[in-house]
């Protein structure tokens, strides 16, 4: 079993449309992030949960939603797509030691 | 503010060669440090880390790490590199809380033949 997997793993569309990326954890933790790695590999935080609620989000436009059913998902959810929104999304677990476990990454075009 | 500098875009050794990839954080506390290791399409895993006590913390695949204070760096050795080494490696911190994690902008390490 993936410990932590999203789902799309490639995404590609087109300027305006929304989309979705969903992650799902079966390790128990109770915080949840969503990552971007834009082309020159810099990784910045978007959003934290802890236990579906929103504890972190880095000033991130508000086309960005994240949501969180529950303590095993995190979901994000990108309105009116725009070409600066590609990039590797990725999703990551904390058990609240610091180390971080994560998805295997999905990547998002916007032609 | 937390925040993480890693000097060396990138980086190219011979293989059998030994490796040192540097990180500086700037923090105010003791932080949480960390390296990970990012292979090409792959998503990021966990080399080793350092919450406190011995400064020298080893981590998997023979990569070590040394925690100095003084001079605010955390890092990364190993002492012979394999091929199989390649790929792009980051460094981070946590804040002591354990929820936000700030990561470098990575160093790409090349291996020669």
């Known amino acids: 079993d993936t410990a932590v997997s999203q789902t799309p793993k490639y995404l590609v569309t087109q300027m305006g449309n929304d989309k979705s990326i969903k992650c799902e954890q079966n390790?128990?933790?109770?915080?949840m992030y969503w990552y971007k790695q834009d082309s020159k590999k810099f990784l910045k935080i978007m959003f934290s949960?802890?236990?579906?609620?929103?504890?972190i989000n880095e000033t991130v436009p508000n086309r960005f939603s994240p949501k969180s059913p529950d303590k095993a998902h995190l979901n994000l959810h990108i309105n009116s797509l725009e070409l600066g929104d590609s990039a590797v999304y990725f999703c990551?677990?904390?058990?609240?030691?610091?180390?971080?476990?994560f998805g295997e990454g999905s990547r998002l075009t916007v032609l | 503010a937390q925040s993480v500098t890693q000097p060396d875009i990138h980086i190219t050794v011979s293989e059998g060669a030994s490796l040192e990839l540097r990180c500086n954080y700037s923090?105010?506390?003791?932080?949480?440090l960390f390296w990970y290791v990012q292979s090409p399409g792959q998503g990021l895993q966990l080399l080793l880390k350092?919450?406190?006590?011995?400064?020298l913390v080893q981590g998997i695949k023979g990569f070590e790490a040394e925690f100095k204070r003084s001079q605010s760096s955390f890092n990364l050795r190993k002492p012979s590199v394999h091929w199989s080494d390649a790929a792009e490696y980051f460094c981070?911190?946590?804040?002591?809380?354990?929820?936000?994690?700030?990561f470098g902008a990575g160093t790409r390490l090349f291996v020669k033949a």
């Open positions: 990551a677990t904390t058990a609240n030691t610091g180390e971080l476990f």
């Open positions: 390790l128990g933790h109770d915080t």
């Open positions: 949960y802890n236990n579906k609620e929103l504890i």
């Open positions: 923090y105010g506390a003791t932080p949480y």
């Open positions: 350092y919450f406190s006590g011995d400064t």
């Open positions: 981070a911190v946590t804040n002591t809380g354990g929820f936000k994690t700030i």
